[in-house]
Structure formats: C-alpha cells, structure tokens
C-alpha cells in the first residue's frame, strides 16, 4: 500500500500524472489533505503550496511523496550519534530524540525539507523517490557535516554525487548541551 502524504511532506508530481507536463520539476509543500466522494472511487486530494504563494490541488495518487517527517527524525539520530560533548563522550550514549531542543527540531526539519525541495527542484532534477526516507535523512547528516560517510558511499552513482555536492553546500552543524540540558545547534 502506498503511504498517502500528510500535511508538511513535499510531492512532486509523476509522469503521466494530467498536471505533470505544466508542473513538472516544481516540489510542493502538503498544507492540508482531504477526501473526494465526488467520484466513484473516493480519492485523498492534496492541497499542495509551491512556496512562491502558487498553491494548487491534485490527487495523491499523481504525486511522488517525501516523507519529510521520517527523513527529519533519521537526520536527529544521526546528528546525536556522530556528535560528542565536551568530555569527547558520544551524546546518545546519555541523551535521545526526546533531549532534543524544539529550535533544533524545528530547524532540522526546516533544513531536511528545504534540501529535498532544492534537489528534487527543476534546476538539479534529482529523483530521490526510491531512496528509504529514513536512510536519506541520515545520510543527510553525515554527508553535510563530512563525517566520511553518507550519499556517496550508497552506490547511487551519478545520484550520490549530485546529493554529496548539494549537502556539503549546506556547510555543517554543530551540537551542544544546552544549559537545561537539551541538545541545541550553533
């Protein structure tokens, strides 16, 4: 079974799908989903923002769907299992997900969205509809912050390197303890 968007994923649309030759290229961001009991098979309608004010509706079965949320939770683990505090001391060796301040999961997930947006955008084109959501988030960290694994090393090819030059340009993130004791980025 497919899994149908939810509200914050980006879609883009897949070929042959009616509105592809006019939006082909162009990720949308899932504002709100909805049902259509207009037609003889009910069918999820998207209501979808192209993050220039243009906003447009389609079916969820004319769109491929990145799952920003899992790409975003894979992306935080990574980011807590390949930083260290102070003492050198691996940070999920003491902290987890739920450690994690609300700024740096908001901007992680910020970060996640606006790269998938960007490499699935007209411009660079990358396919990344069959790569493991979860996988890419992880990966996403690694490969922005050289930790000398990630994108390049998934035997994606041509993909790999196009997904490796676009995160590095990202330039890397630094972890913290904050005073409360929550991790934090500077």
């Not at 994923?9 to 006019?22: I, S």
């Not at 009991?37 to 769109?63: H, I, K, M, Q």
């Not at 894979?74 to 003492?87: G, M, N, R």
């Not at 997930?109 to 069959?130: K, P």
Request: charged letters at 20%.
């Amino acid at each position: 079974m497919t899994r149908i968007p939810t509200v914050g994923d980006v879609v883009t649309f897949k070929p042959g799908a009616r509105p592809y030759a006019a939006n082909k290229g162009t990720p949308f961001t899932v504002t709100a989903v909805s049902m259509d009991n207009t037609t003889t098979t009910p069918r999820v309608v998207l209501w979808l923002s192209d993050g220039d004010g243009g906003t447009r509706s389609a079916y969820a079965d004319d769109v491929t769907s990145h799952d920003i949320a899992t790409m975003a939770q894979a992306y935080i683990v990574a980011a807590l299992w390949s930083s260290t505090d102070e003492e050198g001391e691996p940070l999920d060796a003491v902290y987890g997900p739920d450690d994690v301040s609300p700024d740096l999961i908001q901007s992680s997930t910020d970060d996640v969205r606006s790269f998938v947006i960007m490499v699935t955008g007209e411009e660079i084109g990358a396919d990344i509809s069959t790569l493991d959501a979860a996988q890419f988030g992880h990966d996403l960290w690694l490969t922005r912050n050289h930790h000398g694994a990630g994108f390049w090393d998934r035997g994606l090819g041509e993909l790999g390197d196009v997904l490796t030059k676009w995160a590095h340009s990202l330039g890397g993130v630094d972890l913290y303890v904050t005073d409360d004791g929550l991790i934090d980025a500077m």
